[in-house]
C-alpha cells in the first residue's frame, strides 16, 4: 500500500487551517487500518429506457452495473479500468450516493450508507468526495476561486467566513497555486490549474475517500503528470484512499496499488496492479493491455483486436487446482480467487459458462 501515514511533519502535511480538528461533527474518525475506507457489496444500477411513441412505448431495462463487490483500503489507490460504457462512472457516482443502487450495499468507513436519508447521510457525504474530467462545469464561474474552495465548508457549516476563506487560500496553496489565485475566476485558468482548484475543493472537508473519475484524460501528457504527481503527494500526506476511474492504463499502473477490470457493468478481474500488467488471466484484460500504444516500433506486435462478443463468450475456464481459496457458489462465471489478492470471471472445468 502506498504512503500509509506518510510525511509526518512535513511542509505541507496536516489540516490547513486547523478548522476540522476542532468542528469535527460527523462521524468518529476510525483508527487506521480497522476497517475499509469504502465496500461496495453486490452493488447493482438498473437503468428504464423509454423509447417509441404514446401508443407504442416500450420500456427496456439496462443493467448498467451488476454485483460489484469492491473493497478500498484505507490508504489504498484501486484503478477501476474498462471501455467507454462499461459502468464505472455508475459505479463512482453510486459510492457517492449521488445515484441510487438498485441492489447492494455501500460502506464507508464500516457503516452502511445505503439506505441513510438525506440528513444521516450528510455527515458521510464529506468523507467521499469526487474529482470529474470536466471540472469546469463543476466551478461556479461567478464565484472566486477562494469561494468555489471554501464552499465545502460553508456547505457543513464548519469555521465562519474568515476562517473559511484563509483555509481556501491554504489549500489553492497546497495544491500549487499562488493565494492570489482565490480572487480570480475558472474561465482565467487552464485545464490543469482547473483540476488543481477542483482538488482543493474535493480535499478542503479532508475526506477518508476521494473519487477521481478520469481526472486527467482531458490534460495533455506533462500536465497530466503533473496532477498525478499532486494527487499522490496528497494520497501520502492525507492517507487518503482514492477510486481513480480511468481508461489511462499507463497512469494507473504507475499510480494505483490494485485494479479492478470492468465489462458490461461487472468486475471481471481484480488484482494487485503488476499481478493485472504481468499475469492477466481474463481475456478483456488482455485486450485492454493489448490496446495500449507501444511507440517502440521494434516492440510493436500484430495486433487483433477482438470483437466484444467473442470476448464476453471467451469465459476463462479454471481447473480445481488453480484456485487458490475457495470456489465461490453459483453457476457461470463468478470471481475465483487464482492467486495473492488476485481474482478473475471464471468457470470450473466441467462446468457450462
Ligand atoms: N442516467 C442514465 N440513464 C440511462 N442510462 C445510463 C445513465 N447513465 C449511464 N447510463 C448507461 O449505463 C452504462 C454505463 O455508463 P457509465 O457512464 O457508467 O460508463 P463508463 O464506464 O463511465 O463510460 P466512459 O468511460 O465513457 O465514461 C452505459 O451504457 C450508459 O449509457
Ligand atoms: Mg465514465
Known amino acids: 500500500m502506498r504512503g500509509g501515514g506518510a510525511a509526518d511533519g512535513g511542509p505541507r ?11 469535527v461533527s460527523g462521524p468518529d474518525r ?23 411513441g404514446i401508443l407504442r412505448r416500450r420500456v427496456t431495462e439496462l443493467r448498467a452495473v451488476a454485483d460489484v463487490d469492491l473493497v478500498l483500503p484505507r490508504g489504498g489507490i484501486l484503478g477501476l479500468v474498462g471501455e467507454s460504457g462499461s459502468g464505472k462512472s455508475t459505479t463512482g457516482l453510486m459510492a457517492l450516493r449521488l445515484l441510487e443502487p438498485s441492489e447492494g450495499q455501500i460502506l464507508i468507513e464500516g457503516t452502511d450508507v445505503t439506505a441513510l436519508g438525506h440528513a444521516a447521510l450528510k455527515p458521510w457525504r464529506r468523507r467521499v468526495q469526487v474529482v ?11 464565484f472566486t476561486l ?28 497546497r495544491v500549487g497555486l499562488h493565494r492570489s489565485y482565490g480572487s480570480r475566476y475558472a474561465h482565467e485558468l487552464s485545464g490543469g490549474q ?19 473519475d478520469e481526472p486527467t484524460s482531458a490534460l495533455d501528457v506533462s500536465v497530466k503528470a503533473q496532477i498525478i504527481n499532486l494527487l499522490q503527494d496528497l494520497q501520502a ?35 494487485p496492479t503488476e499481478a493485472i500488467f504481468t499475469s492477466a ?73
Do not use: N
Not at 453486490?42 to 428504464?48: A, D, P, Y
Open 13 to 23: 502535511s496536516g489540516p490547513p487551517c486547523g478548522l476540522l480538528e476542532a468542528d
Open 30 to 52: 476510525i483508527p487506521p487500518g480497522a476497517v475499509p475506507a469504502l465496500e461496495l457489496r453486490g452493488l447493482g444500477k438498473r437503468f428504464h429506457l423509454r423509447s417509441g
Open 132 to 142: 470529474f474530467q470536466d471540472s469546469y462545469s463543476a466551478l461556479d464561474p461567478m
Open 146 to 173: 477562494a469561494q468555489v474552495v471554501a464552499e465545502p465548508l460553508r456547505i457543513h457549516g464548519i469555521g465562519d467566513g474568515a476562517s473559511r476563506h484563509r483555509a481556501a487560500l491554504d489549500w489553492l496553496e
Open 194 to 212: 482547473r483540476q488543481r482548484v477542483a482538488i482543493a475543493r474535493a480535499l478542503i472537508l479532508e475526506p477518508a475517500v476521494l473519487i477521481a
Open 237 to 271: 500526506e492525507m492517507d487518503l484512499s482514492i477510486l481513480f476511474i480511468s481508461h489511462d492504463l499507463s497512469v494507473v499502473r504507475s499510480l494505483c496499488d490494485r485494479v479492478a477490470v470492468m465489462f458490461s457493468g461487472r468486475i471481471v478481474e481484480e488484482a
Open 281 to 353: 488471466r481474463h481475456p478483456y484484460t488482455r485486450a485492454l493491455l493489448d490496446a495500449i500504444p507501444v511507440l517502440d516500433p521494434r516492440q510493436r506486435r500484430r495486433r487483433t483486436f477482438r470483437d466484444r462478443a467473442e470476448i464476453a463468450r471467451d469465459v476463462p475456464v479454471l481447473r480445481r487446482g488453480e484456485v487458490t481459496g475457495p470456489v465461490p457458489e453459483g453457476a457461470g462465471p463468478r470471481l475465483m480467487p487464482i492467486g495473492p489478492d488476485h481474482r478473475v470471471a471464471a468457470v470450473l472445468e466441467g462446468e457450462a459458462a
